[in-house]
T-cell receptor, first 113, second 112 residues
Framework: GESVGLHLPTLSVQEGDNSIINCAYS??????FIWYKQESGKGPQFIID?????DKRQGQRVTVLLNKTVKHLSLQIAATQPGDSAVYFC????????????FGTGTRLTIIP | NAGVTQTPKFQVLKTGQSMTLQCAQD?????MSWYRQDPGMGLRLIHY???????DQGEVPNGYNVSRSTTEDFPLRLLSAAPSQTSVYFC???????????FGPGTRLTVL
């Protein structure tokens, strides 16, 4: 079946450096992708999304890149801060299809002071 | 706006007991969903609803029932709790199925 996976379960980055979190998806029909941040004891929080008609989308200190050819998604966080330490999930959906969001297993990002 | 609220925050049940996890949103969102989160497995969709009176099954629906009598509320019922249902449960809502979902704070359920 379809799945959303992550290349790295854990990532440690020095404060102030940039971080990149990767995600592979297998459902080529997916046309909407979302990155969520989850801090300990809290629900997932929306970070940024991208639709399949785009390759790149930027937010505040975050950029999402989508490569449909190899079915790969990445989240770049610039100038990382201690508050960026969390688990990051990518999720995929077919927007006007199965109406179900499928999550990956998550990457734990730790910012080293 | 309170956003998405969930009660209770913590719950301990004995095997075979039933209970209802409450979820409410005040954003007039049409789409609501329930997920469970287990260690190392991310979030898995249990049930979802695209509007009042409409519900459908997600990836792991067995042992759970839902109803959507109003736009605001989407309760999740455990019919006969089993230890395998020990998990953290999250409710989420969005304007439609094609928009970002907003998550509640979660309910940590332990079944003994």
């Amino acid at each position: 079946g379809e799945s959303v996976g992550l290349h790295l379960p854990t990532l440690s980055v020095q404060e102030g450096d940039n971080s990149i979190i990767n995600c592979a998806y297998s459902n080529s029909a997916s046309d909407y992708f979302i990155w969520y941040k989850q801090e300990s004891g809290k629900g997932p929080q929306f970070i940024i999304d991208i639709r399949s008609n785009m390759d790149k989308r930027q937010g505040q200190r975050v950029t999402v890149l989508l490569n449909k050819t190899v079915k790969h998604l990445s989240l770049q966080i610039a100038a990382t801060q201690p508050g960026d330490s969390a688990v990051y999930f990518c999720a995929e959906m077919i927007r006007f299809g199965n109406e179900k969001l499928t999550f990956g297993t998550g990457t734990r990002l730790t910012i080293i002071p | 706006n309170a956003g998405v609220t969930q009660t209770p925050k913590f719950q301990v049940l004995k095997t075979g007991q039933s209970m209802t996890l409450q979820c409410a949103q005040d954003m007039n969102h049409e789409y609501m969903s329930w997920y469970r989160q287990d260690p190392g497995m991310g979030l898995r969709l249990i049930h979802y609803s695209v509007g009042a009176g409409i519900t459908d099954q997600g990836e792991v629906p067995n042992g759970y029932n839902v109803s959507r009598s109003t736009t605001e509320d989407f309760p999740l019922r455990l019919l006969s709790a089993a230890p395998s249902q020990t998990s953290v449960y999250f409710c989420a809502s969005s304007m439609t199925s094609a928009n970002e979902q907003f998550f509640g704070p979660g309910t940590r359920l332990t079944v003994l």
